[in-house]
């Protein structure tokens, strides 16, 4: 099944995306979500775009991007929660610990790792999987054919961006600072080993 899904931004920007054709969008809420401050969204925003998105058809996922303190674990299962009697059909997680949480107070959630865990490997996938993963973002840099063996080994849901970084730069999401603007060089050596100077 492919499923097209847009970064929500502001709620206009959720809305108008669900409006234009998109089956889903990622909000991200108040200090939980890593995006910049404008994009992030009050719990009363997040009600109402998680509520435009079910009653068009549509879904809307929670981005919480965020590595909670000991004191915010609490706090962070009580957003979940919120968000999941809204009517999320997801969240992205990039902290190991707080997939295991989700997955054992919410057996039956869409968790998906998050581009900021910064995957690189088929082991790393097999890692977010034990945790309670069951959507993974793949590297930028793979191919068709790096998808295929993915999908052949491991039982998860594969979720690629579409977009061009500048001067077709890569970018190790999750592990860097602005790699796609620093991109100087690249190749693969006689070993196999890409190697991406700048990223």
Request: aromatic share 10%; glycine share 10%; hydrophobic share 40%.
């Amino acid at each position: 099944m492919v499923n097209l899904m847009a970064p929500g931004g502001t709620k206009q920007m959720a809305i108008d995306a669900l409006e234009c054709g998109a089956d889903s969008v990622f909000i991200g809420p108040k200090g939980w979500s890593r995006r910049p401050v404008s994009d992030e969204l009050t719990d009363l925003e997040m009600k109402e775009v998680i509520q435009f998105a079910g009653n068009t058809g549509k879904e809307a996922r929670i981005a919480i991007n965020v590595m909670p303190c000991p004191d915010e674990i609490p706090l962070f299962l009580h957003k979940v929660e919120q968000y999941f009697a809204w009517g999320a059909a997801g969240v992205m997680i990039c902290d190991p610990g707080c997939i295991h949480l989700v997955r054992e107070h919410f057996p039956d959630a869409d968790i998906h790792v998050s581009v900021t865990a910064g995957l690189f490997n088929i082991e790393d996938i097999h890692f977010y999987r034990s945790m309670g993963a069951n959507l993974v973002i793949i590297p930028y840099r793979w191919g068709v054919a790096e998808m295929e063996q993915v999908r052949n080994k491991i039982k998860v849901g594969l979720e690629a961006f579409l977009f061009q970084t500048p001067h077709r730069g890569w970018i190790c999401p999750g592990r860097c600072w602005s790699s796609s603007y620093l991109n100087i060089d690249r190749w693969v050596d006689e070993e196999g080993k890409d190697h991406c100077i700048g990223s």
